[in-house]
């Protein structure tokens, strides 16, 4: 069963995240701090830099010998779909003449989530 406790550390982990992505859309949508080419720097830099560092550091902290083999197991699973998923809706869009996202599919397959590497 969930105790309060539980809710308590669910909560302090998650509110300052929307917190920050609160501020950072308000901050372009409606204050008007940052013009669209700043946004697309920014996001280039977190894509190509910042989320490849910080997926190193959380994958180079991590001891594979002391995680779960279920947790190991669902993880190659589940990012075995999502790639198989990509690869035919990408052959299915080339069929159509439609763009191809595979490499998005690819992405997401190889990022689960941020949690996917700690144990």
Known sequence: MITIDDFYNVMCAMVPLYFAMLVAYA???WWKIFS???CSGINRFVAVFAVPVLSFHFISQNNPYQMD???ILADTLSKVLVLLFSL??????RRLGLVDHT???CYFAQHTGYGD???
Not at 88 to 93: D, K, P
């Open 103 to 105: 490499f998005l599919g």
């Open 36 to 38: 669209p080419e700043q």
């Open 69 to 71: 083999a279920k947790f």
């Open 117 to 119: 590497s700690i144990a």
């Open 88 to 93: 035919t809706l990408g052959h299915t869009q």
């Open 27 to 29: 901050s372009v949508k």
